[in-house]
């Protein structure tokens, strides 16, 4: 294979919703840039993309394929990225080590919910952006309500380069109001034939020819003033105002294609390797520092490894960006993360599972090596004189939660979640079981209570005294300092000598008022008596959870001159604020997260219902382009299995993303069963 220098090399991620086509139109582009001989399909299951066991067992992509083109002597890396939510981390991975973005767009269904959750994932990225219109051969396919639907959600960014001569079954013919020709295929697809525009399509071809003009004109002062003098640029004029364009993200170029049929896929590619920016004309990334690293194939090697794979019968696959330098096979580097050597023998290029060697690769391009000794995913190899680049962001995250006693793994969804337990099970042998995480309750008092108590241990020897009298009430940012409480028929006047607020790395405040008078108890002991206080709040009476937001006077108590010493007020205090939480009308607090669903309109009424079932309340609605959003706040406990409700639901076509809000009341039958629970709990252990 050819070696590609820098600026001969485009990376862009293949990105779109679950159905969109994008494994069909990677075989196609595989087949039309040369690295394959025939094309593979998704039914039979020798597609390049979905070749692991588990894309294999499930149907489904799980993980981003690299694979590579070679189109006018450029070499364009492309990542498949999954489709569905669950996966998107796959997708955020691509896009750091890619420089554009191809949307794919179901020409059936136009802007669907996949298409404005990867939308807004480039965008995040800031990456450039251009949209691919797939489907174009289905009866259903409506080429001008697509393209309406993209300019109305995205805005006049959005421009045609192609519009079709006859969309539905039997579409073979585009205008390219790029190149200003008509291409048609044969029936099975393949290298198209150019001519001049049929004369019924010239006026829609000078109406879109013009609307891109004055989009590529906009990105240059040289480009918009001949435009303006003479109300037309060249093709290569044209050209560089799309790239210019696309590089600060003011246009977003639509071109078409029947994957299913080998239809559009070479125009494509030409297309993309003249308007999408190669590696030297976007920011340069920056490394840990701060600073920013040219792709400069003459500077010292630095490689940043991105993904890595276990595959049968070869073991683990590191694969890696060249981030600046020229890397050889048989390189020494050293890995800036973990301080140790690695010799890199052989480097590949990659499509799919297919590697091929090659002997040298430039800055900008992607590559593989196999069994390193001591690599990991976001880990740096360097040559003398680089700093490491920052690792990547995953999204499977593992926790060990102290207060949940569970490790906790977290994911995009259940199907991801599945996944990664399918992986580990069948790649690494090891049997685990999932179980539904505890929910992170909090306790609370809604009104003041009093108590005191007496600990007290003789048993020969040095003795144990220690009395805590003290109140405690609900706490509210904002409320007056403590003075005056009555229970019974008896009042009790605190004078304020000390006060603590606590914030509680939980959530909540705690503020404790030292309000001794006489000496009763010495001040030395007030710092154990706090302790014994936040013993309870980090284990509240009524379901062992946390306890925030607790207002506590000290106001009296006894010592001992001999006896007395810390553990004993803090086993007092611990013991005087369990009996006062008790009585003070403890309640159990859940959280509430403010969650926001995407979804079509027809699935509304099921997602509402459902929503009631849950527990949500319903907070916000609006739409556009058949698409509906829908804001509601739903306790996390009726979270659980979301996900596949909603898949379910809304035949996957749906995603939702949630973010906690605050702590609220628990309904009275919902208490009772959590205290009931409890019980249960401890006896269980006793």
């Given at each position: 294979m050819k070696v590609y220098k820098t600026n001969e090399i485009k990376n862009i991620s293949l990105v779109g919703g679950k159905g969109a086509g994008k494994t069909t139109l990677t075989e196609s582009i595989l087949l039309e840039g040369g690295a394959i001989s025939r094309r593979g399909s998704v039914d039979g299951g020798n597609t390049v993309s979905d070749n692991t066991p588990v894309e294999k067992e499930y149907g489904y992509s799980v993980s981003s394929t690299v694979f590579y083109a070679e189109k006018n002597g450029k070499k364009l890396n492309f990542f498949d990225c999954p489709g569905s939510d669950d996966f998107v981390g796959n997708a955020v991975t691509a896009l750091s080590v890619?420089?554009?973005?191809?949307?794919?767009?179901?020409?059936?269904?136009?802007?669907?919910?996949?298409?404005?959750?990867?939308?807004?994932?480039?965008?995040?990225?800031?990456?450039?952006?251009?949209?691919?219109?797939?489907?174009?051969?289905?009866?259903?396919c409506d080429f001008d309500n697509v393209y309406n639907q993209l300019r109305e959600t995205?805005?006049?960014?959005?421009?045609?380069?192609?519009?079709?001569?006859?969309?539905?079954?039997?579409?073979?013919?585009v205008v390219d109001v790029l190149a200003m020709k008509q291409y048609t295929w044969p029936?099975?697809?393949?290298?198209?034939?150019a001519s001049d525009i049929d004369?019924?399509?010239?006026?829609?071809?000078?109406?879109?020819?013009?609307?891109?003009?004055?989009?590529?004109?906009?990105?240059?002062?040289?480009?918009?003033?001949?435009?303006?003098?003479?109300?037309?640029?060249?093709?290569?004029?044209?050209?560089?105002?799309?790239?210019?364009?696309?590089?600060?993200?003011?246009?977003?170029?639509?071109?078409?294609?029947?994957?299913?049929?080998?239809?559009?896929?070479?125009?494509?590619?030409?297309?993309m390797s003249i308007i999408v920016p190669d590696v030297t004309?976007?920011?340069?990334?920056?490394?840990?520092?701060?600073?920013?690293?040219?792709?400069?194939?003459n500077a010292a090697v630095s490689i940043f490894f991105f993904?890595?794979?276990?595959?049968?019968?070869?073991?683990?696959?590191?694969?890696?960006?060249?981030?600046?330098?020229?890397?050889?096979?048989?390189?020494?580097?050293?890995?800036?993360?973990?301080?140790?050597?690695?010799?890199?023998?052989?480097?590949?290029?990659?499509?799919?599972?297919?590697?091929?060697?090659?002997?040298?690769?430039?800055?900008?391009?992607?590559?593989?090596?196999?069994?390193?000794?001591?690599?990991?995913?976001g880990n740096t190899l360097n040559e003398k004189g680089c700093n490491r680049m920052h690792e990547e962001d995953p999204t499977l995250l593992i926790e060990q939660s102290k207060e949940l006693r569970q490790t906790i793994v977290s994911g995009q969804g259940e199907f991801h979640l599945r996944t990664l337990k399918w992986n580990i099970e069948n790649n690494d042998k090891i049997q685990i079981e999932y179980q539904e995480p505890r929910i992170p309750y909090r306790e609370t008092i809604t009104k003041a209570a009093?108590?005191?108590?007496?600990?007290?241990?003789?048993?020969?020897?040095?003795?144990?005294?220690?009395?805590?009298?003290?109140?405690?009430?609900?706490?509210?940012?904002?409320?007056?300092?403590?003075?005056?409480?009555?229970?019974?028929?008896?009042?009790?006047?605190?004078?304020?000598?000390?006060?603590?607020?606590?914030?509680?790395?939980?959530?909540?405040?705690?503020?404790?008022?030292?309000?001794?008078?006489?000496?009763?108890?010495?001040?030395?002991?007030?710092?154990?008596?706090?302790?014994?206080?936040?013993?309870?709040?980090?284990?509240?009476?009524?379901?062992?959870?946390?306890?925030?937001?607790v207002r506590v006077c000290i106001y009296d108590g006894k010592m001992h001159p001999v006896d007395s010493n810390e553990i004993s007020f803090r086993l007092a205090a611990r013991n005087a604020f369990s009996t006062a939480f008790r009585d003070a009308n403890p309640k159990v607090l859940e959280p509430v997260y403010d969650v926001e669903i995407l979804l079509p309109a027809d699935c509304m009424g099921g997602v509402q219902s459902d929503l009631q079932g849950r527990r949500?309340?319903?907070?916000?609605?609006?739409?556009?382009?058949?698409?509906?959003?829908?804001?509601?706040?739903?306790p996390l406990k009726e979270m659980s299995s979301y996900s596949t409700s909603l898949s379910s639901i809304s035949g996957g076509r749906a995603s939702f993303s949630m973010k906690f809000s605050s702590y609220e009341l628990v309904p009275a039958d919902v208490q009772a069963q959590l205290l009931k629970e409890y019980e249960e709990s401890k006896q269980d252990e006793d």
């Amino acid at each position: 294979m050819k070696v590609y220098k820098t600026n001969e090399i485009k990376n862009i991620s293949l990105v779109g919703g679950k159905g969109a086509g994008k494994t069909t139109l990677t075989e196609s582009i595989l087949l039309e840039g040369g690295a394959i001989s025939r094309r593979g399909s998704v039914d039979g299951g020798n597609t390049v993309s979905d070749n692991t066991p588990v894309e294999k067992e499930y149907g489904y992509s799980v993980s981003s394929t690299v694979f590579y083109a070679e189109k006018n002597g450029k070499k364009l890396n492309f990542f498949d990225c999954p489709g569905s939510d669950d996966f998107v981390g796959n997708a955020v991975t691509a896009l750091s080590v890619t420089d554009a973005a191809a949307l794919v767009v179901d020409g059936r269904n136009g802007v669907e919910v996949g298409t404005q959750n990867n939308f807004r994932t480039v965008e995040r990225i800031g990456k450039p952006l251009m949209f691919v219109i797939n489907r174009l051969e289905d009866e259903k396919c409506d080429f001008d309500n697509v393209y309406n639907q993209l300019r109305e959600t995205y805005g006049n960014k959005v421009v045609a380069l192609q519009f079709p001569v006859n969309a539905g079954p039997g579409f073979n013919s585009v205008v390219d109001v790029l190149a200003m020709k008509q291409y048609t295929w044969p029936k099975d697809g393949g290298k198209a034939t150019a001519s001049d525009i049929d004369g019924a399509h010239a006026d829609k071809a000078e109406e879109f020819r013009m609307a891109l003009l004055e989009m590529a004109a906009e990105n240059d002062e040289e480009l918009m003033m001949k435009f303006l003098d003479e109300m037309t640029l060249t093709e290569e004029e044209t050209i560089k105002g799309i790239r210019l364009g696309m590089v600060d993200r003011s246009i977003f170029p639509v071109v078409l294609v029947s994957a299913e049929n080998n239809i559009g896929t070479d125009r494509m590619l030409d297309i993309m390797s003249i308007i999408v920016p190669d590696v030297t004309e976007m920011p340069a990334p920056k490394n840990t520092n701060g600073d920013e690293v040219p792709y400069d194939e003459n500077a010292a090697v630095s490689i940043f490894f991105f993904k890595t794979s276990v595959e049968s019968h070869i073991g683990e696959v590191s694969y890696f960006k060249v981030m600046s330098g020229t890397l050889k096979a048989g390189a020494d580097l050293t890995n800036m993360n973990r301080g140790s050597k690695e010799r890199l023998a052989q480097i590949n290029v990659v499509c799919g599972q297919n590697k091929t060697p090659i002997d040298e690769l430039h800055a900008g391009d992607i590559g593989a090596a196999v069994k390193l000794k001591d690599v990991r995913c976001g880990n740096t190899l360097n040559e003398k004189g680089c700093n490491r680049m920052h690792e990547e962001d995953p999204t499977l995250l593992i926790e060990q939660s102290k207060e949940l006693r569970q490790t906790i793994v977290s994911g995009q969804g259940e199907f991801h979640l599945r996944t990664l337990k399918w992986n580990i099970e069948n790649n690494d042998k090891i049997q685990i079981e999932y179980q539904e995480p505890r929910i992170p309750y909090r306790e609370t008092i809604t009104k003041a209570a009093r108590a005191d108590y007496r600990h007290k241990k003789q048993s020969g020897g040095s003795g144990q005294f220690g009395e805590v009298h003290l109140i405690v009430e609900p706490y509210r940012e904002g409320m007056p300092e403590p003075d005056t409480y009555k229970f019974g028929n008896q009042e009790y006047k605190m004078n304020i000598k000390d006060k603590q607020e606590i914030p509680l790395e939980w959530g909540g405040m705690l503020v404790v008022y030292n309000c001794i008078v006489g000496g009763a108890i010495d001040a030395r002991f007030i710092p154990a008596i706090v302790k014994g206080i936040m013993d309870r709040m980090e284990q509240g009476p009524l379901t062992g959870s946390y306890a925030r937001d607790v207002r506590v006077c000290i106001y009296d108590g006894k010592m001992h001159p001999v006896d007395s010493n810390e553990i004993s007020f803090r086993l007092a205090a611990r013991n005087a604020f369990s009996t006062a939480f008790r009585d003070a009308n403890p309640k159990v607090l859940e959280p509430v997260y403010d969650v926001e669903i995407l979804l079509p309109a027809d699935c509304m009424g099921g997602v509402q219902s459902d929503l009631q079932g849950r527990r949500g309340i319903m907070m916000d609605m609006s739409s556009a382009n058949g698409l509906e959003r829908v804001k509601a706040r739903i306790p996390l406990k009726e979270m659980s299995s979301y996900s596949t409700s909603l898949s379910s639901i809304s035949g996957g076509r749906a995603s939702f993303s949630m973010k906690f809000s605050s702590y609220e009341l628990v309904p009275a039958d919902v208490q009772a069963q959590l205290l009931k629970e409890y019980e249960e709990s401890k006896q269980d252990e006793d």
